[in-house]
């Protein structure tokens, strides 16, 4: 019976600090609103090992006053986390304008041990911006290879298949 | 002197700043290192010792030591990517062209290093490794393809003693698939170029990260002494933090 009750009073225990904790994430969130304009994430983020909160999506906050010149809509997106073998990675794009001007990091590998090599650096800061041709004189271009055997070889057998 | 000569089933240029025989001598040495690395490693060629070993032909103990070396270059390569380069082809045979270009190109550099030469080029199919300046006695100056509209370049950038590799899916065709799900094509970015010590590092390491689809920037950027400019499918360009103190405004 004593059992029982010590049972009882560590899960009330820890549920009267989930609520507690619960509010403190909702007060905070409402304190950050009032000071910005970041749309607060719809999920409590749940407690994990991991120190970055696995948001997993913000809705999508087109100003109403901005008409879309680009192929997207104005706004900041965030990504689904996508596990990429030697870790998770999860970006927020930023559109203005209608076009893609920068990609945040907002998870990275970091605590995987056989991540230590590639995550030797801090988060890495990426910027984005549309390609435009440029008149600067060169002495050389580099881009993928512009004649390969194999793909000449493969054409070709696929042709010769194909008659 | 430059002169470019089609090898390796591509266009490789060799510009040696300075005239004369000795100029001429460095630049037939290095076409000649090209020659012997695509009679070696050239997996359309039927004696080559690439083609032998995947028939069976050459023994593991019979193997030459460049075969070797590359073996163990694509190994470790394998290591450091996670997996992600892997010369074994979808049809389970070896192909090494993927490291092999990238280590001729740096070899021939040194080779050029070695006969006294200091200001340089070595360009195959795109892939290049600079030293020193141009004739102008200026930094070189290499352009970025534009993926879309291939006679223009998207970007400029100053190297002094670093390498240059792009990879992409333009011409090929969509030539570089996910080593965890071959009949996967890669196709949200269409190049990736990666600045980096040398050309070797450079050209293996955006093979690699190109196969990695749009993580593979940020894998760029972990490795601490690269850069890479990605470029995907609807033309947006996203670039390392390092990047931009190579680009020519």
């Given at each position: 019976m004593k059992k029982f009750i010590i049972s009882v009073l560590v899960i009330a225990g820890f549920s009267i600090y989930a609520v507690f904790n619960r509010i403190n994430v909702s007060q905070v969130y409402s304190l950050s609103d009032n000071t910005s304009a970041t749309v607060p994430p719809t999920q409590i983020p749940t407690p994990t090992k991991?120190?970055?909160?696995?948001?997993t999506s913000i809705p999508a906050t087109p100003s109403p006053t901005t008409v879309p010149r680009g192929q997207y809509v104005d706004g900041e997106y965030t990504g689904d986390s996508v596990d990429v073998y030697y870790g998770n990675i999860q970006v927020k794009a930023f559109i203005s304008g209608g076009k893609l001007t920068n990609v945040q990091f907002l998870d990275y590998p970091q605590d995987r041990s056989h991540s230590v090599q590639i995550s030797k650096k801090a988060m890495p800061i990426l910027t984005s911006e549309a390609i435009k041709n440029q008149s600067a004189k060169v002495n050389a271009v580099s881009g993928a290879?512009?004649?390969s055997k194999g793909f000449v070889q493969s054409l070709g057998s696929a042709l010769a298949k194909a008659k | 002197m430059k002169e470019s000569r089609m090898l390796m089933g591509m266009p490789i240029t060799v510009e040696i700043v300075g005239q004369g025989d000795a100029v001429k001598d460095a630049v037939n040495k290095a076409f000649e290192y090209f020659q012997y690395v695509d009679d070696k490693?050239?997996?359309?060629?039927?004696?080559?010792e690439i083609t032998k070993i995947n028939q069976g032909k050459i023994k593991e103990n019979e193997r030459s030591d460049d075969i070797k070396l590359i073996f163990a270059l694509s190994e470790q390569t394998k290591k450091e990517t996670n997996g992600y380069?892997?010369?074994?082809?979808?049809?389970?045979r070896l192909n090494p062209s993927g490291i092999v270009k990238g280590w001729a190109i740096w070899e021939v550099a040194k080779l050029i290093k070695g006969l006294g030469f200091e200001n340089f080029f070595v360009d195959a199919g795109g892939d290049i490794q600079v030293f020193g300046k141009n004739s102008e006695g200026e930094f070189w100056r290499i352009g970025i393809k534009n993926?879309?509209?291939?006679?223009?370049?998207?970007k400029a950038v100053r190297l002094e003693n670093e390498g240059i590799a792009t990879s992409g899916t333009?011409?090929?065709?969509?030539?570089?698939?996910?080593p965890f799900d071959k009949?996967?094509?890669?196709?949200?970015?269409?190049g990736l170029s990666v600045i980096g010590p040398n050309v070797y590092e450079a050209d293996r390491f955006a093979t690699a990260a190109f196969a990695m689809g749009k993580s593979g920037l940020a894998f760029i950027a972990s490795r601490g002494n690269l850069e890479g400019y990605m470029i995907d499918k609807d033309g947006i360009a996203t670039m390392t933090e390092g990047f931009n103190k190579y680009v020519i405004k």
């Open positions: 991991k120190p970055v909160p696995t948001v290879t512009e004649t | 490693f050239s997996v359309f060629k039927p004696n080559s380069f892997d010369i074994v082809s979808r049809g389970g993926p879309f509209d291939q006679k223009n370049i998207v333009y011409i090929r065709g969509q030539h570089i698939y996910d009949n996967k094509v890669i196709s949200d970015i269409v």
